[in-house]
């Protein structure tokens, strides 16, 4: 098993330009989630989803936009980038709430 | 909301030591995770635990859920567990939502 995967690993970005995350999963969880790690902060969900078709805001959603159309697949779309968007990105699943799998996480700076 | 707070930030131990790092909580859980991450690498899952303790190899994790901390212990240090410790914890009632602690950056000397 691959685990959870994420492209690209690092990514520059102009302002106002947009990009999609990938995230992807073979493990058949229902459970996906988005966060942002930003330096000295904790990490923050940014979206999540519970199941194909199902997906829900988290703490910090304004800017970004995701879709579920698959179990395996949770692409996250950045539109208009802004430099406060810089962070890195870590996909992750889970079997319904329990323990969290990571992706290697995406660095993405906006300029 | 949950303010999950960490202690020490920084660590800095000689191979060898016993080592601990706190985490405490201000509302009730359901469960709290330990987490690992490597220097510019990915987010490990260590442990997930609702009461107790858990041990695996040299790490073990214990839960006071009265006093709202817990506590991951590492025995015999060695260089390799040099990496940023997070604690997570899932509040009672969530299915999914995990308010996460800073983290504490652990160094280990040889």
């Known amino acids: 098993n691959a685990g959870v995967t994420q492209t690209p690993k690092f990514r520059i970005l102009k302002i106002g330009q947009s990009m999609t995350l990938q995230c992807a999963q073979d493990m058949n969880h229902n459970y996906m989630y988005w966060y942002r790690q930003d330096p000295g902060m904790g990490l923050k969900l940014i979206y999540y989803?519970?199941?194909?078709?199902?997906?829900d805001k988290g703490e910090v959603p304004n800017g970004y936009n995701v879709s579920r159309s698959t179990t395996e697949d949770f692409p996250l779309r950045l539109e208009l980038a802004a430099p406060s968007q810089t962070s890195v990105y870590f996909c992750a699943s889970s079997w319904e709430g329990y323990e969290q799998y990571f992706g290697p996480g995406t660095r993405l700076t906006v300029t | 909301k949950n303010e999950v707070e960490q202690s020490p930030q920084n660590l800095t131990a000689q191979e060898g030591e016993f080592i601990t790092i706190n985490c405490s909580y201000s509302v009730g859980i359901s469960a709290l995770h330990w987490l690992q991450q490597h220097p510019g690498g990915g987010i490990v899952s260590l442990f997930m635990l609702s009461s107790g303790k858990k041990k695996h190899g040299r790490l073990i994790a214990t839960i006071n859920i009265q006093e709202k901390h817990s506590s991951l212990h590492i025995t015999a240090s060695h260089p390799r567990d040099s990496a940023v410790y997070i604690c997570a914890v899932k509040e009672g009632g969530s299915n999914y939502k995990l308010t996460f602690g800073k983290g504490t950056l652990l160094t280990v000397n040889p």
């Open positions: 989803s519970v199941g194909a078709g199902i997906t």
